[in-house]
């Protein structure tokens, strides 16, 4: 269980690397709280001016691991839901790096980062209603002003999958590159966020997510009770029963 999240910090980058690679970077809870920690960490640090989060140039993340999700539902101990609380009110620049399989939460917390930038083998799926379940992380709010409702219905309903291309084209991602040059791109960017006078980099952003910061812990709250009952109910329970047969 050791180093499934790898973080370092240079030069006013903070990277965080999802290490689980043998099981595609599929999230667990201790995977969920320690990410949690990382950013509230990356938060309160004066010398961190920006976050890369990334897996390899290959994969970033299969969602859930959905054992590890059976579990947590009999408690209602859901760490994902925890994790976003803590992503969605973060107040510094967030780059992703996507590769591979980058499915539901996978996808949805790319809704809270402020660039993304994905290799051109990357798979983008929010599998919700297929598993039983319902948009999280407020992605029924985000995902459609976004790419607008109609694409947004396709990708949280119908559980489309797309690939980068599509996803640069419906304005999911920032740009598409050779997985080779993942990891140096996000980090090329992040380096010349660092380079901007503070106090306009983060009065910037702030401005730019003001638009959704009060109405988003309401849907949220909204996605979280519904997931959590959703969780609950005979088709969901059947699906992820059938998923491990």
Known sequence: MDNLIISEENQGVF?????RISKK???NSAMYKQLGELFICANKSSSILCVVIQGDQNCFCAGNDLQDFIESAKTNDIAALGFIKIL???????????AGPVVGIGTTLLLHCDMVIAANNSKFKLPFTQLGLCP???SSLLLPMRIGQNRAFELLVLGKTINAEQAHQYGLINDVCLPELLL????SIARTITELPIDALMTSRR???????????????NEAEEFIRLMKTDDCKSILAEFFK
């Open 184 to 187: 140096s791109t996000a980090q």
């Open 207 to 221: 401005l730019l997510k003001d638009a959704t910061a009060q109405m988003l812990p309401t849907v949220m709250a």
């Open 15 to 19: 990277t965080i690397t999802l290490n």
């Open 25 to 27: 970077n599929a999230l």
């Open 136 to 138: 999280e992380a407020g």
């Open 88 to 98: 969605a009110a973060f107040d510094k620049p967030i780059i992703a790096a996507v």
